[in-house]
T-cell receptor, first 113, second 120 residues
Framework: QQQVKQSPQSLIVQKGGISIINCAYENTAFDYFPWYQQFPGKGPALLIAIRPDVSEKKEGRFTISFNKSAKQFSLHIMDSQPGDSATYFCAASITGGYQKVTFGIGTKLQVIP | DTGVSQDPRHKITKRGQNVTFRCDPISEHNRLYWYRQTLGQGPEFLTYFQNEAQLEKSRLLSDRFSAERPKGSFSTLEIQRTEQGDSAMYLC??????????????????FGDGTRLSIL
């Protein structure tokens, strides 16, 4: 059972465009939603995270939008750059527990010049 | 470099052999996690330690897998009698959990760059 569903699995965006990745979760006990960025041959690196008590969080060109009632959240990358080309994972965890992170399947983003 | 360190970065072995991976977490982190990532998938949780105690194991962790964190610092993950299906990236992560008046505070997990295992 996939607890965190992510789409699309691949995305091609032109430089300067907006990249949008969507995720949905099923377990209402999740209360921490991080996004990870992974380059080939590297481990996932925390990019930005949100808790369900806010509907949006922005850090630089990266914004998370969160809809608690719909159990959906998304990552927007504004002014996408070729250096943003990587695989992005949405994830979810329960902070009161042992914080096992449940990952989505990943989105391979390619930003073309 | 004060991040999570994993060794070796790559391991190629024949089916049936035993392999052992090492993870050195960020020094002040008291929680350590192991994940497995197969091609085209997100990482999947395997097990975690709070200091030296192994507190949770996924059903993905068959009897052929064993993990230790003997002194609450580095950890090892051993796979016995490797099978083709064990080919994957094995990721280690660490985090700091601190007690607060209203409960505990889990800090974000920091991942190493993984050990890529290939079974011939």
């Amino acid at each position: 059972q996939q607890q965190v569903k992510q789409s699309p699995q691949s995305l091609i965006v032109q430089k300067g465009g907006i990249s949008i990745i969507n995720c949905a979760y099923e377990n209402t006990a999740f209360d921490y939603f991080p996004w990870y960025q992974q380059f080939p041959g590297k481990g996932p690196a925390l990019l930005i995270a949100i808790r369900p008590d806010v509907s949006e969080k922005k850090e630089g060109r990266f914004t998370i939008s969160f809809n608690k009632s719909a159990k959906q959240f998304s990552l927007h990358i504004m002014d996408s750059q070729p250096g943003d080309s990587a695989t992005y994972f949405c994830a979810a965890s329960i902070t009161g527990g042992y914080q096992k992170v449940t990952f989505g399947i990943g989105t391979k983003l390619q930003v073309i010049p | 470099d004060t991040g999570v360190s994993q060794d070796p970065r790559h391991k190629i072995t024949k089916r049936g052999q035993n392999v052992t991976f090492r993870c050195d977490p960020i020094s002040e982190h008291n929680r350590l996690y192991w994940y497995r990532q197969t091609l085209g998938q997100g990482p999947e949780f395997l097990t975690y330690f709070q200091n030296e105690a192994q507190l949770e194991k996924s059903r993905l962790l068959s009897d052929r897998f064993s993990a230790e964190r003997p002194k609450g610092s580095f950890s090892t993950l051993e796979i016995q009698r490797t099978e083709q299906g064990d080919s994957a990236m094995y990721l280690c992560a660490s985090s700091l959990v601190v007690g607060q008046a209203d409960g505990i505070s889990n800090q974000p997990q920091h991942f190493g760059d993984g050990t890529r295992l290939s079974i011939l």
